[in-house]
């Protein structure tokens, strides 16, 4: 999620937590070993075989992307923000996916973070004290599909760092190109592993990189090493203010994080805000009919302010609460969406933070206990 005026992406907050590290490595359809868990144990993480395998015209062994899980007809989510690897991170998970249940969705995308050291390096890697465990992601994962919750899984480059130069990851300029996708790669086929040993339905390749979005060989070559790895569905999410890249015909679906600003008037009524997507649904129905594919918005949302609608892309707009005016953005979205796009994933839910939120006092995006979160219920029913 991002400005055009350059605000910054990802959410993170400061928590101090113990470092324990991520350590996963992918070996062809072999064996995935994740440890540093809370306990400091070891887990092996054993990659699934693939049962569906076609030849190719060179009788190499590749998977049929036919066999994939299949998603539910509607895509009704939320994102679930990971970060660190606090003792208790997995039993939060599953005490908010509870609360997930109680709210009718139907998928989470479960966004945590990588990071590189500024805006033009190389080096995109995990974070032993921020990026969650290959042990919790797993854990997460197995926890959702337990309750009947599909997962999409969305490593996201943070933009902690990058804002010390005043960049977000949506300006990456990398001096070597290669060198940075080689780097990406080895980091998401590592998550590609673990979302083919748990059968996850919707492994997302990328997030608002628009500046490296036009290195359409790099991203087919990396979407290709992908599908070697993992069968599930594949996505990118773009922003809102670009182009969707060329690429997008070698995906499944086509993701856009849709943030788009409202022209609706001060204190809007919900049809006026019905009225002012218009602007942005012929856009979205003139994407998915160019690609011929369905089209996600894979972020969603705005924050707990008056007026918050006309630029929800910043995260803040005076600090003043207001329920009611989130609510009613809730409520114009899913109107004006629902049978435009094939699903829906609203911004945010954190891990450790949800149940411990003053729904009345909170002037941020989170909507749970407030108004807005009884639309999500509403919209997905």
Same mark, same amino acid.
């Given at each position: 999620?991002?400005?055009?005026?350059?605000?910054?992406?990802?959410?993170?907050?400061?928590?101090?937590?113990?470092?324990?590290?991520?350590?996963?490595?992918?070996?062809?359809?072999?064996?995935?070993?994740?440890?540093?868990?809370?306990?400091?144990?070891?887990? *092996?993480?054993?990659?699934?075989?693939?049962?569906?395998?076609?030849?190719?015209?060179?009788?190499?062994?590749?998977?049929?992307?036919?066999?994939?899980?299949?998603?539910?007809?509607?895509?009704?989510?939320?994102?679930?923000?990971?970060?660190?690897?606090?003792?208790?991170?997995?039993?939060?998970?599953?005490?908010?996916?509870?609360?997930?249940?109680?709210?009718?969705?139907?998928?989470?995308?479960?966004?945590?973070?990588?990071?590189?050291?500024?805006?033009?390096?190389?080096?995109?890697?995990?974070?032993?004290?921020?990026?969650?465990?290959?042990?919790?992601?797993?854990?997460?994962?197995?926890?959702? !599909? #337990?309750?009947?919750?599909?997962?999409?899984?969305?490593?996201?480059?943070?933009?902690?760092?990058?804002?010390?130069?005043?960049?977000?990851?949506?300006?990456? *300029?990398?001096?070597?190109?290669?060198?940075?996708?080689?780097?990406?790669?080895?980091?998401?086929?590592?998550?590609?592993?673990?979302?083919?040993? &748990?059968?996850?339905?919707?492994?997302?390749?990328?997030? &608002?990189?628009?500046?490296? *979005?036009?290195?359409?060989?790099?991203?087919?070559?990396?979407?290709?090493?992908?599908?070697?790895? @993992?069968?599930? #569905?594949?996505?990118?999410?773009?922003?809102?203010?670009?182009?969707?890249?060329?690429?997008?015909?070698? +995906?499944?679906?086509?993701?856009?994080?849709?943030?788009?600003?409202?022209?609706?008037?001060?204190?809007?009524?919900?049809?006026?805000?019905?009225?002012?997507?218009?602007?942005?649904?012929?856009?979205?129905?003139?994407?998915?009919?160019? +690609?011929?594919?369905?089209?996600?918005?894979?972020?969603?949302?705005?924050?707990?302010?008056?007026?918050?609608?006309?630029?929800? @892309?910043?995260?803040? !707009?005076?600090?003043?609460?207001?329920?009611?005016? *989130?609510?009613?953005? @809730?409520?114009?979205?899913?109107?004006?969406?629902?049978?435009?796009?094939?699903?829906?994933?609203?911004?945010?839910? @954190?891990?450790?933070?949800?149940?411990?939120?003053?729904?009345?006092?909170?002037?941020?995006?989170?909507?749970?206990?407030?108004?807005?979160?009884?639309?999500?219920?509403?919209?997905?029913?």
């Amino acid at each position: 999620m991002l400005a055009a005026a350059m605000i910054t992406g990802i959410r993170t907050r400061s928590s101090g937590r113990r470092p324990t590290g991520l350590v996963a490595v992918l070996a062809g359809f072999s064996v995935l070993t994740a440890c540093g868990t809370a306990a400091n144990s070891t887990k *092996q993480i054993r990659l699934t075989p693939v049962a569906h395998l076609v030849a190719s015209p060179s009788g190499t062994p590749v998977v049929d992307m036919k066999a994939a899980r299949p998603l539910p007809a509607f895509q009704g989510g939320v994102i679930v923000y990971a970060d660190g690897n606090d003792p208790g991170l997995l039993s939060d998970a599953q005490r908010l996916l509870d609360h997930l249940v109680a709210v009718r969705v139907n998928m989470v995308a479960l966004a945590f973070p990588l990071y590189q050291t500024s805006w033009t390096s190389t080096d995109v890697h995990s974070d032993p004290a921020k990026t969650p465990s290959a042990a919790f992601i797993q854990g997460f994962i197995e926890a959702a !599909h #337990q309750r009947k919750v599909g997962v999409l899984l969305r490593p996201l480059i943070d933009d902690t760092p990058l804002k010390q130069s005043g960049h977000w990851r949506g300006q990456l *300029q990398p001096t070597n190109a290669a060198a940075w996708f080689a780097s990406y790669k080895a980091q998401i086929l590592t998550f590609a592993g673990i979302a083919q040993a &748990e059968g996850v339905e919707v492994l997302d390749v990328g997030t &608002e990189l628009s500046s490296l *979005q036009t290195n359409t060989p790099a991203w087919l070559d990396l979407i290709s090493s992908i599908r070697s790895a @993992y069968h599930g #569905q594949l996505t990118y999410s773009s922003n809102w203010d670009v182009a969707y890249p060329d690429f997008g015909s070698a +995906l499944d679906f086509a993701s856009v994080d849709a943030f788009y600003p409202l022209s609706g008037p001060g204190n809007a009524s919900v049809a006026q805000l019905v009225s002012a997507w218009g602007q942005w649904t012929g856009k979205l129905s003139t994407l998915k009919s160019s +690609l011929g594919k369905p089209v996600v918005l894979t972020e969603l949302g705005t924050t707990s302010e008056p007026n918050s609608y006309q630029s929800p @892309y910043n995260w803040t !707009h005076g600090g003043k609460v207001s329920l009611e005016a *989130q609510r009613r953005y @809730y409520a114009a979205s899913c109107q004006a969406l629902r049978s435009v796009v094939s699903g829906m994933y609203w911004w945010v839910y @954190y891990t450790n933070y949800f149940d411990k939120l003053v729904p009345d006092k909170d002037p941020g995006y989170q909507p749970a206990g407030k108004p807005a979160e009884r639309e999500i219920t509403a919209c997905y029913s």
